[in-house]
């Protein structure tokens, strides 16, 4: 693999990882907004937000 082949691997991992967490954020001021507006609670982007976060400090750990 050479070093273009590695600095594009290494592009695309914080593209994703950027783009998970840009989820998260926007899955918790939806969670802020609903919980103001008095409703409960989505459990789908609960498990989607806990997914992410798993997927992000697995790619952490691997990465160190």
Not at 10 to 36: C, H, I, P
Not at 37 to 51: A, L, Y
Request: a negative charge; glycine letters at 4%.
């Amino acid at each position: 693999m050479g070093i273009k082949d590695q600095f594009q691997d290494k592009a695309q991992e914080l593209k994703d990882q950027a783009q998970s967490r840009a989820r998260g954020v926007k899955d918790e001021a939806s969670e802020r907004a609903s919980q103001a507006k008095g409703r409960p609670r989505d459990p789908q982007s609960d498990r989607t937000r806990q997914e992410a976060e798993d997927r992000d400090r697995f790619e952490q750990d691997y990465d160190a």
